[in-house]
């Protein structure tokens, strides 16, 4: 599906490359938004605003500091984040998610602009307590619904310096720009495409600004991205 106003257009097979579109349109009311992309990876980076760093006691890396996202942790819009209870404290983290557009493999930070999609809305919702028990980051970051992707991905915005705001039932926690990003998103490409190959549809999840905190069964999460949109997502115990 393509955004038309307030409206969708069907696309025939895949959105990568250029669209071949049925002429099928229905509208954005009528509709329940899913997951934007399905990824066959989700790779995040750490600690790549300064002030969250500081925030967790924690030095900024040198080098972008990868993890993996499963697949299965990926939900969209309005769907719910399901608190495990093999945790205390799941906390939100708002963030920019690249989105690749074909195969790629060791990219050079210039190319970068050139193998993107676009660009959608992430939570990077994370175990906190487990994260620190655990040493790694697997546990805490991989739970099912631990990835709200949405509500779509934007193709013609530049990324460089747009607004990030996180709600918690309407109160602002995080309100920061991606111009403060440590790690920019070509070089961010680089890396990555240097480690291991990127597919068509895999998403970056480009670090969260400060003010990460924890979220409770029935409390509802809203990431504002400037120039994409807005990804809510209720919260609910498992």
Aim: hydrophobic share 40%; charged share 20%.
């Amino acid at each position: 599906m393509s955004v038309d106003g307030d409206e969708l257009l069907e696309i025939a097979d895949h959105p990568f490359g250029q669209p071949n579109y049925t002429g099928k349109r229905f509208a954005l009311a009528d509709v329940r938004l899913l997951a934007p992309i399905l990824p066959s990876k989700v790779i995040a980076i750490g600690r790549n605003y300064a002030e969250h760093a500081a925030e967790l006691g924690n030095e900024v890396p040198e080098s972008p500091m990868m993890f993996l996202k499963p697949s299965t942790s990926v939900i969209g819009p309005n769907a719910a984040i399901k608190l495990p209870a093999a945790s205390q404290r799941v906390d939100f983290e708002g963030e920019l998610a690249v989105v690749i557009g074909q195969p790629v493999r060791n990219v050079k930070a210039a190319q970068a602009p050139a193998v993107i999609l676009g660009y959608t809305i992430a939570n990077d919702v994370s175990a906190r307590d487990l994260q620190k028990s655990d040493g790694q980051w697997g546990r805490a970051k991989g739970f099912d619904t631990f990835c709200p992707l949405g509500p779509w991905i934007e193709t013609a915005v530049d990324p460089s310096d747009l607004a990030i705001r996180t709600e918690v039932d309407g109160e602002v926690k995080q309100d920061s720009r991606t111009s403060l990003l440590i790690h920019k998103i070509p070089e961010l490409v680089e890396f990555v495409s240097g480690v291991m190959t990127l597919l068509p549809g895999d998403v970056i999840l480009t670090g969260t600004p400060a003010g990460v905190g924890q979220i409770t069964d029935g409390q509802a999460v809203s990431i504002t991205i400037e120039g994409i949109g807005t990804l809510t997502n209720p919260v609910q115990n498992a």
